[in-house]
């Protein structure tokens, strides 16, 4: 993860994170590489929680494997805090990853994402950027409060009131983030909404990927 987004979980955790109450967190995209040495989890030494790591495949840092890419492998209404960094822009359907989120998180309960706004292409799979709107979107499909959803967008260019001037972007900045801070509402969940999530869930399992969609070759002279 670059050095921007872990300051901004940081940053997050400890603005709604009581050092004095215990709470249940599952990371979502939890693994690091080989070559990584900081985590999400190293954040978490001033506070009483107890973590469980996931990820759609084994390694670092993951203490459980998703049996499927939009099933998170722990109880429904079980977990106070879930976090993810960087994670959300890789994944194709993510609002049946918020779905499935809001699922084990208990009334009250808190999801803290951060994802990139800018940088460039990474991965195997690299289908989004994300601003406030992105985060908005992802409450209104899984029914959860936004609380906090801002971009560290580049300064305004001076000859405007509503450019960025990305020319000012410097290698040391040049990933910028976006960071969403939701809620589950407190009491039940309705049927309606539910069946809805199980629905959706079900069909983004059944697809998984993008491997039924392949990349087309760019036309001769478009770059």
């Known amino acids: 993860m670059h050095h921007s987004a872990r300051r901004q979980m ?43 790591g996931v990820d759609i495949k084994s390694g670092p840092n993951v203490d459980r494997v998703m049996p499927n890419p939009y099933t998170i492998p722990v109880p429904s209404r079980s977990v106070d805090i879930v976090i993810s960094g960087q994670t959300f822009e890789h994944i194709p359907f ?36 994300y601003y406030p709107d992105a985060v908005r979107a992802l409450a209104a ?11 560290d967008f580049p300064p305004i260019r001076s000859d405007s009131q509503v450019r960025h001037h990305y020319a000012r972007i410097t290698q040391s900045h040049y990933w910028g983030d976006t960071v969403g801070v939701l809620r589950k509402p407190s009491g039940r969940t309705s049927l309606r909404t539910r069946t809805f999530s199980a629905l959706v869930r079900l069909w983004a399992n059944r697809h998984a990927d993008l491997e039924r969609v392949p990349l087309p070759p760019v036309p001769a002279g478009r770059l």
């Open 141 to 151: 499909w899984s029914n959860l409060e936004v609380l906090e959803a801002y971009t």
């Open 10 to 52: 940081a940053l997050c955790l400890e603005t709604h994170l009581d050092p004095a109450r215990s709470y249940r967190m599952v990371e979502v995209g939890s693994a690091i590489s080989r070559t990584q040495t900081k985590t999400h989890r190293d954040l978490l030494e001033p506070y009483r929680v107890r973590y469980i």
């Open 94 to 129: 993510p609002w049946a990853t918020a779905m499935e989120i809001r699922r084990i998180l208990v009334p009250g309960g808190l999801l803290i994402v951060t994802a990139p706004s800018r940088g460039n292409r990474h991965d195997v799979y690299d289908c989004w950027r």
